[in-house]
């Protein structure tokens, strides 16, 4: 079974930061990784697909790379409405998710 | 515009059997396999198993195997999960998700329900 590992685990950053999310699959995921964004009391959005293809809608400052074992999501400049938690998900698998919070 | 709208909160007693509902609109139901997914209270995600809306085909988690079955009504748009044998480790919020293919794999996620709290406790 595919294992993706997630990190890291939580975060503190301020409004304006770069932030920056690994996830290393543990076999060749090739381009299968997206990341979804779950903010307390909702469900979870996809916000990349395809290791960096932008879902419709989601603002710029949001991107993803790599392929193969290993990912990055990047929030550019962090806005207040970005605190929240972040999974990245390979097919049937999530990671463990990155809590997101204010410094 | 895409909806998935799931049935209201359960509680179950251990080994009992729960079935949730989820009714699709704003897309046709038959295009596109639903997911389900599940979230234990301060937890991470767990995916569960796919249906294929149009065929009714499915595939599960190694872990549900023999315990879950997805179902469907194209007359209605509507997808249903049942689990059974429940235990307390089954307490947990069940997400019914249309998932968008690419390169010929159908795990993208685009649309969630609003979430089925299941709660097993005797």
């Given at each position: ?9 939580s975060l503190s950053a301020s409004v304006g930061d770069?932030v ?58 962090l806005?207040?409405?970005?605190f ?16 997101l919070e204010t410094k | ?122």
């Open positions: 079974d595919i294992q993706m590992t997630q990190s890291p685990s770069r920056t999310i690994t996830c290393q699959a543990n076999q060749d995921s090739g381009k299968y990784l997206n990341w979804y964004q779950q903010k307390p009391g909702q469900a979870p959005k996809l916000l990349i697909y395809a290791a960096s293809n932008l879902e419709t809608g989601v603002p710029s400052r949001f991107s993803g790379s790599g392929s193969g074992t290993d990912f990055t999501f990047t929030i550019s400049s806005q207040p409405e970005d929240a938690t972040y999974y990245c998900q390979q097919l049937r698998t999530f990671g463990q998710g990155t809590r | 515009q895409v909806q998935l709208v799931q049935s209201g909160a359960e509680v179950k007693q251990p080994g009992a059997s729960v079935k949730v509902s989820c009714k699709a609109s704003g897309y046709t139901f038959t295009g596109y396999y639903i997911h389900w997914v599940r979230q234990a209270p301060g937890q991470g995600l767990e995916w569960m198993g796919w249906m294929y809306s149009k065929s009714g085909g499915t595939d599960s988690a190694q872990n549900f195997r023999g315990r879950i079955t997805m179902t469907r009504d194209t007359s209605i748009g509507t997808a249903y999960m049942e689990l059974s044998r429940l235990t307390s480790d089954d307490t947990a919020l069940y997400y019914c998700v249309r998932a968008k293919c690419n390169d010929g794999r159908c795990y993208n996620f685009d649309y969630w329900g609003q979430g089925t709290l299941v709660t097993v406790s005797s």
